[in-house]
């Protein structure tokens, strides 16, 4: 079995832009560097016209996450958001060719009428072969409202459907991680209680009153989940700008309306134990049987704690550290590629590829440059068309051609990665290559080192000459 770690973020950001700094959020200083990261936020702000911007380049919080962590050879896998809701997931690059079937949806709950400004956004995919599912959710807000949570919550689990047939449900798939704005809220408790409970650290005399852990023991729905214990204190409701609960006339008594939960799929079992040869089970159970014995997966949370010190809204963070042990079902990627001789603006380039595994080829698969540190899969430098044909899973190696002036004159470090259009994800990464600086630009540079060593005139002349 191998280890990955898992970093879960959920804030909901109350239409704040973002902050500087999310060093301490995505704890990038932590000496072990998480293998995926999912970022939950709520209240992201969508008046009318950053609404319409952020849905064609996008938004400001995602090209912070994006930005932050390309650096530190991670991508953008996946993002989808509806109003305010957002939810992306990121990869180590390493991994991405084992990512597949992505697929994203929404769900909008308007018990209240307000269609949009509640609901949940989905990620779906497999790791490794393992079936994984991310949902971000905007709860009903108020303390008399939590069976109407739990509705809403339902509701989203009941309509969310994807066209996978290994898990068309949310609760088909084999791990699924819940987490959002959730906005359950600590009932009976006076507000003196609730403060001298927190400021003496003891969260534990609170628990017993809080609404999820009330409802948990009503729904069964809700029994399937898991969550670590709530050792920090309540996220909401703070004054902005500072670390005071709710000074306002409002005076909101604190919450954990905050949240993150997990669902491993409860293993399929034999109806009855006495009977050994599956009698009883229908051929879904079975394979699910057969999977679990096969291909174990176990979930650990290693953290689970809020970050104090981020006071743009009146939520604060709440970070989830996981560790995933798991059999990978596959470890080669369905295709290999890499250049062909040296890179440079100056010829035309050639990509070899070929395919190591069968898989639904098209004629509208792509093959991207991208320069080391790219941030998503349509942050190519260019891409070329794969050949035409059906392709042949013998081995054989193809041959495809980069225009030269498509490739950047001033050379950089580069990968390709192969774009299936029909699994719509990446299933092969090359090594990183260098592609060379072109002649062009090195006499260009040379010409403008000369010119900067001249006076201004001199120059001027120099130029038109």
């Known amino acids: 079995?191998?280890?990955?770690?898992?970093?879960?973020?959920?804030?909901?950001?109350?239409?704040?832009?973002?902050?500087?700094?999310?060093?301490?959020?995505?704890?990038?200083?932590?000496?072990?560097?998480?293998?995926?990261?999912?970022?939950?936020?709520?209240?992201?702000?969508?008046?009318?016209?950053?609404?319409?911007?952020?849905?064609?380049?996008?938004?400001?919080?995602?090209?912070?996450?994006?930005?932050?962590?390309a650096s530190r050879k991670y991508i953008k896998v996946s993002s989808i958001r509806l109003q305010g809701l957002l939810l992306l997931f990121f990869s180590k690059l390493e991994h991405?060719?084992?990512?597949?079937?992505?697929?994203?949806?929404?769900?909008?709950?308007?018990?209240?009428?307000?269609?949009?400004?509640?609901?949940?956004?989905?990620?779906?995919?497999?790791?490794?072969?393992?079936?994984?599912?991310?949902?971000?959710?905007?709860?009903?807000?108020?303390?008399?409202?939590?069976?109407?949570?739990?509705?809403?919550?339902?509701?989203?689990?009941?309509t969310q459907t994807f066209e996978c047939k290994k898990a068309p449900t949310i609760v088909d798939h084999r791990l699924v991680f819940w987490f959002g704005d959730l906005n359950f809220r600590i009932e009976d408790h006076g507000m003196h209680f609730v403060r001298s409970c927190i400021n003496d650290q003891k969260y534990?005399?609170?628990?017993?009153?809080?609404?999820?852990?009330?409802?948990?023991?009503?729904?069964?729905?809700?029994?399937?989940?898991?969550?670590?214990?709530?050792?920090?204190?309540?996220?909401?409701?703070?004054?902005?700008?500072?670390?005071?609960?709710?000074?306002s006339g409002k005076k909101r008594k604190p919450a954990w309306t905050d949240r993150i939960l997990w669902r491993l799929r409860p293993k399929a079992s034999f109806p009855d134990e006495q009977d050994g040869n599956g009698a009883g089970l229908d051929v879904k159970q079975l394979k699910q049987l057969e999977e679990d014995e096969e291909y174990p997966l176990k979930i650990r949370q290693d953290s689970y704690t809020s970050i104090m010190e981020y006071s743009i809204s009146d939520h604060k963070p709440v970070v989830g550290i996981f560790t995933l042990e798991l059999r990978k079902m596959y470890t080669t990627p369905l295709v290999r590629l890499q250049p062909e001789g040296d890179w440079s603006a100056d010829i035309d380039s050639m990509v070899l590829y070929s395919p190591l595994q069968p898989f639904p080829s098209s004629t509208w698969d792509w093959i991207g440059l991208y320069e080391v540190g790219f941030t998503s899969v349509s942050d190519y430098i260019t891409y070329t068309w794969v050949k035409d044909d059906e392709v042949a899973f013998n081995e054989e190696v193809i041959q495809v051609y980069v225009g030269k002036e498509e490739i950047p004159v001033r050379g950089a470090e580069c990968v390709l990665c192969y774009y299936s259009n029909t699994l719509q994800c990446i299933i092969g990464i090359s090594e990183p290559?260098?592609?060379?600086?072109?002649?062009?630009?090195?006499?260009?540079?040379?010409v403008h080192e000369q010119i900067n060593g001249l006076d201004k005139t001199t120059a001027s002349e120099a130029l038109w000459n």
């Open 204 to 247: 534990n005399l609170l628990w017993s009153k809080d609404q999820l852990t009330i409802m948990k023991k009503k729904e069964q729905i809700l029994q399937e989940f898991d969550e670590g214990p709530l050792d920090f204190q309540p996220t909401y409701k703070f004054d902005l700008n500072s670390d005071t609960y709710d000074s």
């Open 96 to 158: 991405v060719p084992f990512i597949r079937d992505i697929q994203a949806t929404y769900t909008r709950t308007g018990i209240f009428g307000y269609w949009g400004n509640k609901g949940g956004v989905s990620i779906r995919l497999s790791f490794y072969g393992h079936t994984l599912c991310f949902l971000n959710c905007h709860l009903a807000a108020h303390m008399k409202y939590a069976s109407e949570r739990v509705d809403e919550f339902e509701y989203i689990m009941d």
């Open 1 to 69: 079995c191998c280890e990955f770690g898992l970093h879960v973020v959920t804030w909901n950001v109350a239409t704040a832009d973002p902050p500087d700094d999310v060093t301490s959020l995505l704890h990038l200083n932590s000496p072990k560097s998480p293998d995926l990261y999912v970022i939950g936020l709520q209240e992201v702000y969508s008046g009318p016209l950053r609404f319409v911007s952020d849905t064609v380049f996008d938004d400001r919080w995602s090209r912070l996450f994006m930005s932050t962590l």
């Open 433 to 446: 290559f260098k592609v060379h600086e072109s002649k062009v630009a090195i006499e260009e540079g040379f």
